[in-house]
């Protein structure tokens, strides 16, 4: 259901307004990715990046520098979410 409303909200001039959502979305299909099975966390991590990338894109265009620079780091940070095997690995010594 996230999806379709960022969906349903993006606008033709790629404003600021949607990169917001765009990064609400990332940060929730990353919360399920650690909780799935390693094939579909690995799709959720692509949407992720994919939803980044363009929030990325969206500051820079519109010059938000710090906002950009922050999108950017979380974006380069995706690929250090542990795995859901990691996840359980670390359930099961504690």
Do not use: F
């Not at 379709?4 to 990353?30: D, T």
């Not at 990715?33 to 929030?55: G, N």
């Amino acid at each position: 259901m996230h999806r379709e409303i960022v969906e349903m909200s993006r606008g033709a001039e790629q404003s600021v307004e949607e990169a917001g959502p765009l990064e609400n979305l990332a940060n929730c299909v990353l919360a399920l990715s650690r909780i799935v099975d390693s094939e579909e966390s690995d799709r959720l991590k692509s949407e992720a990046k994919a939803a980044l990338a363009r929030a990325t894109w969206i500051y820079e265009r519109q010059g938000k520098s710090e906002q950009a620079r922050l999108a950017r780091a979380a974006l380069e940070g995706i690929d250090s979410v542990p795995d859901p095997s990691t996840n359980a690995k670390e359930l099961l010594r504690t």
